[in-house]
T-cell receptor, first 118, second 118 residues
Framework: KAGVTQTPRYLIKTRGQQVTLSCSPISGHRSVSWYQQTPGQGLQFLFEYFSETQRNKGNFPGRFSGRQFSNSRSEMNVSTLELGDSALYLC?????????????????FGEGSRLTVL | AQKITQTQPGMFVQEKEAVTLDCTYDTSDQSYGLFWYKQPSSGEMIFLIYQGSYDEQNATEGRYSLNFQKARKSANLVISASQLGDSAMYFCAMREGPPGTSGSRLTFGEGTQLTVNP
């Protein structure tokens, strides 16, 4: 069973540019969430999508946006990049069943997209 | 608001010995889940173990066990027979609410860097 796939793995941008990151969840998983990881702030929740709808949103400015497609694949976009946006962006997928044995709400993470803003 | 505290920025252990990584949490919910993830230098977050708030027994997964003390709001990870490959960052995380109903949002601690010495 293929894991969570994130592309690109590494990218370098300059201030003011915008970037789009992609995430393909594990087959059958309907929930995709995004996290930002920096040395100073640690792991912070960005947003979660479920069945193409944003279900949860973290405390990030409107420059950070995302979407989910009908095949559960997700993209996140950061516009007008700032130096502080340099981070590892992690995508995670989850089955997100409401009931059922073994449903822990466990997240399965990808290897991340490492963004450097110069 | 939920909060996870990991008070050990770094820990050292000799190969084949056991080590305990501390985690305390704060929540007003009665139903919640606690997770431990391992993050090697490659960046991917690897799920280790899960404990539900209503689980009466401590969770175990191979060499990993979770010392869950609900009244003290602690969920310490115990790694037995440490191996060199266990060297990584370890994160404690919490999901508030039952799985599936409130989404897949996790709150993470700051992490503990574990180094296993030969």
């Amino acid at each position: 069973k293929a894991g969570v796939t994130q592309t690109p793995r590494y990218l370098i941008k300059t201030r003011g540019q915008q970037v789009t990151l992609s995430c393909s969840p594990i087959s059958g998983h309907r929930s995709v969430s995004w996290y930002q990881q920096t040395p100073g702030q640690g792991l912070q929740f960005l947003f979660e999508y479920f069945s193409e709808t944003q279900r949860n949103k973290g405390n990030f400015p409107g420059r950070f946006s995302g979407r989910q497609f009908s095949n559960s694949r997700s993209e996140m976009n950061v516009s007008t990049l700032e130096l502080g946006d340099s981070a590892l962006y992690l995508c995670a997928s989850s089955i997100s069943r409401d009931r059922g044995l073994g449903n822990t709400g466990e997240l399965f993470f990808g290897e991340g997209s490492r963004l450097t803003v110069l | 608001a939920q909060k996870i505290t990991q008070t050990q920025p770094g820990m050292f252990v000799q190969e084949k010995e056991a080590v305990t990584l501390d985690c305390t949490y704060d929540t007003s919910d009665q139903s919640y889940g606690l997770f431990w993830y391992k993050q090697p230098s490659s960046g991917e977050m690897i799920f280790l173990i899960y404990q539900g708030s209503y689980d009466e027994q401590n969770a175990t997964e191979g060499r990993y066990s979770l010392n869950f003390q609900k009244a003290r709001k602690s969920a310490n990870l115990v790694i037995s027979a440490s191996q060199l490959g266990d060297s990584a960052m370890y994160f404690c995380a919490m999901r508030e609410g039952p799985p599936g109903t409130s989404g897949s949002r996790l709150t993470f601690g700051e992490g503990t860097q574990l180094t296993v010495n030969p």
